[in-house]
């Protein structure tokens, strides 16, 4: 479980940085010993003020902190001042905003 949990988080990480909203969602299929094959869900957010490179150093860092302290746990989330990473077992629901086209030059 703890490589699909780096390989979910790491994605996350990396992709989050080209997206508009800084907000990335995503999952990873895993073979559980007991479940068989299982799902892993994952999200990360951060301010839309970080440079990408600050917030992959971020998140890397959050990444560290899951695999620190949270070695066996199946769901977990760290939240901080600028970013937010999450990862659970089963999907969880998550609202993004309704963008609007751009105005007419």
């Known amino acids: 479980m703890d490589t699909a949990r780096l390989k979910l988080l790491s994605w996350l990480a990396k992709s989050s940085s080209d997206k508009l909203l800084m907000l990335d969602y995503s999952n990873v299929k895993y073979m559980d010993p007991w479940l068989g094959t299982s799902v892993m869900c994952g999200m990360d957010q951060c301010t839309r003020d970080l ?53 007419p030059p």
């Open 51 to 103: 440079a990408p490179s600050e917030l992959n150093t971020c998140l890397h860092c959050y990444i560290g902190l899951i695999r620190k302290f949270y070695l066996k746990n199946t769901s977990s989330s760290i939240k901080g001042y600028k970013c937010y990473l999450r990862f659970q077992l089963s999907p969880f629901d998550i609202m993004l905003p309704i963008t609007s086209p751009p105005p």
